[in-house]
């Protein structure tokens, strides 16, 4: 099924107002002249951390810790992410870091 110009030109529209009210709203909600919210303030503080944790909880869900490798690689691959963050501080370089060390280790040894 392919749609007409008319759907992918109201698609496309709807998309770019749809991706301008998530940028623009905060800004109206909470203009600069006047103070944010203590709830909000919190939520900024903890909503990053918290997703983090929920990204990790997400990679190890399928590693089968009592089957195969055990979770080595992962477990190994973690440390080298906590290593790198604390030695350098760079998230990025953090997570490529430990990305390619988990590639690494079970390309080769796992």
């Known amino acids: 099924m392919t749609m007409t110009i008319t759907q992918q030109l109201i698609t496309i529209i709807m998309i770019v107002l749809g991706t301008m009210l998530t940028r623009f709203l905060p800004f109206i909600v909470f203009p600069p002249n006047k103070t944010t919210p203590r709830y909000i303030q919190?939520?900024?503080?903890?909503?990053?951390?918290?997703?983090?944790?929920?990204?990790?909880?997400?990679?190890?869900?399928?590693?089968g810790f009592l089957t195969g490798s055990h979770g080595f690689p992962e477990i190994i691959s973690v440390a080298v992410v906590i290593l790198l963050h604390v030695w350098k501080g760079q998230m990025l370089l953090?997570?490529?870091?430990?990305?390619?060390?988990y590639m690494l280790l079970v390309q080769t040894i796992f």
Not at 94 to 101: E, K, R, V, Y
């Open 42 to 63: 919190y939520l900024g503080e903890v909503l990053s951390l918290a997703a983090l944790a929920l990204l990790v909880v997400y990679c190890f869900k399928d590693v």
């Open 94 to 101: 953090s997570i490529a870091g430990g990305t390619l060390f």
